[in-house]
C-alpha cells in the first residue's frame, strides 16, 4: 500500500511542477504580448530589444522615394513634464531631444503610434526636403493617422495647433 501511495505522491507533483511551468510560460507571453501592444512595436522590434538611437537628420541622406503618403492629423508637442513624463527631453527610444536641437537647432523627432521606431519621414509642405524620424509615442489612445511633431517650446506648439497634413514614408 505504501509503495502506490509514494507513486501517486511522485506523479502528483509531477504534474503540478508541469502544470505550475505552464502556467509560467503563458504569464510570460501575456506580459511580453501586452509589452508589445502597448508599446507598439512589433515582435522583432522586442526582440532586437532598445532600438538604437538614429542620428539626426542632418546625416540622413535618402535618395529612394517615399514608400507611400499618408493624410495624417498632426499636433504639436513640447518637452514639458505636463506633457510627456518625468523625463520629458528623452523620447521611447531614449534619444534626448533637447540636447540634439541645441546642436542642430532643428528638432527632427514626430511621435507616432502607427509607425515603427526608426521609420524616416518628410513633411513638405512644414520642412521642406528635411528628414523626420519615428523617436516617440502617443498616449496609446491615438491610434492610426495622428502624429506628433516635437517643437523645441511650449507656445511654438500651441502656435501649430492641429492640422491635416500630409505626409512622406521612407520604410
Known amino acids: 500500500m505504501k509503495v502506490k501511495n509514494k507513486r501517486y505522491l511522485f506523479w502528483n507533483k509531477l504534474a503540478i511542477t508541469i502544470g505550475l511551468m505552464f502556467f ?7 506580459i511580453v504580448a501586452i509589452f508589445i501592444t502597448l508599446n507598439r512595436m512589433s515582435f522583432s522590434e522586442f526582440i532586437k530589444g ?19 503618403t499618408v493624410s495624417v492629423l498632426a499636433s504639436s508637442y513640447s518637452s514639458t513634464i505636463d506633457q510627456t513624463d518625468s523625463t520629458p527631453c528623452i523620447t521611447a527610444n531614449g534619444y534626448n531631444v533637447c540636447s540634439y536641437y541645441e546642436v542642430d537647432g532643428f528638432g527632427e523627432t514626430i511621435a507616432a503610434n502607427f509607425l515603427p521606431m526608426g521609420t524616416v519621414v518628410k513633411i513638405p509642405e512644414l520642412y521642406g526636403d528635411k528628414f523626420l524620424v519615428v523617436r516617440d509615442r502617443m498616449n496609446p489612445r491615438y491610434g492610426y493617422g495622428r502624429i506628433d511633431i516635437w517643437m523645441p517650446t511650449r507656445s511654438e506648439a500651441l502656435i501649430f495647433g492641429k492640422r491635416w ?7
Do not use: R
Not at 56 to 66: E, F, G, L, R
Not at 165 to 171: G, L, N, R
Open 165 to 171: 497634413i500630409d505626409v512622406e514614408i521612407f520604410e
Open 24 to 30: 509560467t510560460l503563458l504569464l510570460l507571453f501575456n
Open 50 to 68: 532598445a532600438e538604437a538611437v538614429v542620428a539626426p537628420s542632418s546625416t540622413i541622406d535618402y535618395v529612394a522615394k517615399p514608400t507611400k
